[in-house]
């Protein structure tokens, strides 16, 4: 049995949805997206992943395709069409284009639908070594546009940084612009400087990630000191644990930067206890 997918309306196999080449997505990379992990079959911080689509689809003008409800239907009916097949531990990924037009940088007319694309895929669990070993990191200047806010499907900044980091045998760019970090090629940043935990503040430089805010939220319910501030370079290399998160890798403990050690070059003790704090938070969204 295939992997079903959404597409403008229709559940079908994934193998059989087709969009036309002047989809403005193709075309372009003129549209939004978002990725949603489901524990148990439940959407990991579903309203917030809404919320911030619907703020995306504002910022670049393109038509929201679903009501808040039907949102919530379709998602969860994506996750019971695949549960055969994939289990109940999915990883939901949608994208809203601009829709089919004539190739032109400028709008197209307004009745030009947006085209929206839903998939599914089994939510792939996290390798032992994490945990002992944690994940090297290196730093990049940041060669992104200037709106890294919006969670937008034209990446190819992002996926040359994440292939950089790759080829220098890595798994994130953690990225700089004008001296201070911004974040990792495809996640938010942490730091844990003279004990405080430390997380570059929202604006257009970075991605509001869903993850970065239940962090925030855990640590301040576990009284654990932290805040919102900019980290330099030479902040970052003094560190005593630095962590990437977002919500299909969670928390990620990174030990090697730019090929020198972290802290001890293990996984932190902030980590390890942050981290059960999010497994715990993981297991009640499961309960629930
Ligand atoms: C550039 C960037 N920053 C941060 C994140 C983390 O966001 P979230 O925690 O919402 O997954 C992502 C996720 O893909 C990302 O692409």
Redesign the pocket.
């Known amino acids: 049995m295939s992997s079903i997918s959404y597409l403008n309306g229709t559940f079908m196999p994934a193998s059989e949805a087709r969009i036309s080449p002047l989809d403005r997505g193709f075309i372009f990379g003129d549209g939004i997206y978002e990725?949603i992990p489901a524990y148990s079959g439940k959407l990991f911080r579903l309203d917030e992943h809404l919320q911030r689509l619907a703020d995306n689809l504002a910022a670049v003008r393109i038509k929201q395709p679903l009501t808040t409800d039907e949102w919530k239907q379709v998602l969860n009916e994506m996750i019971s069409r695949n549960q055969a097949t994939h289990g109940s531990e999915q990883s939901i990924y949608l994208q809203v284009t601009r829709g089919v037009a004539e190739r032109d940088h400028g709008f197209p007319d307004s009745n030009v639908e947006p085209t929206l694309f839903i998939m599914s895929a089994p939510l792939k669990s996290l390798p032992e070594s994490i945990a002992t070993e944690g994940v090297a990191a290196i730093t990049h200047e940041d060669i992104r546009w200037k709106n890294?806010h919006i969670?937008s499907t034209s990446l190819l900044g992002?996926i040359l940084l994440r292939q950089q980091a790759y080829d220098d045998g890595a798994v994130e760019a953690i990225l700089i612009r004008d001296g201070e970090i911004t974040?990792?090629?495809?996640?938010?940043l942490f730091a844990l400087i003279d004990g405080i935990l430390i997380t570059p503040p929202k604006g257009p430089l970075?991605?509001p990630?869903?993850?970065?805010d239940l962090i925030l939220e855990l640590a301040q319910q576990h009284k654990i000191a932290s805040c919102e501030a900019f980290i330099t370079p030479t902040q970052l290399k003094g560190a005593e644990e630095i962590w990437l998160?977002?919500?299909?890798k969670e928390i990620l403990p990174v030990t090697t930067l730019d090929g020198i050690a972290v802290g001890n070059g293990k996984p932190g003790k902030a980590w390890k206890q942050m981290s059960q704090h999010y497994q715990h938070y993981k297991q009640q969204l499961r309960d629930a």
Do not use: D, P, Q
């Not at 990630?209 to 970065?212: D, F, P, S, V």
């Open positions: 990725a890294c969670k992002n974040e990792g090629a495809a996640s938010n970075l991605l990630g869903i993850t970065r998160t977002s919500s299909t």
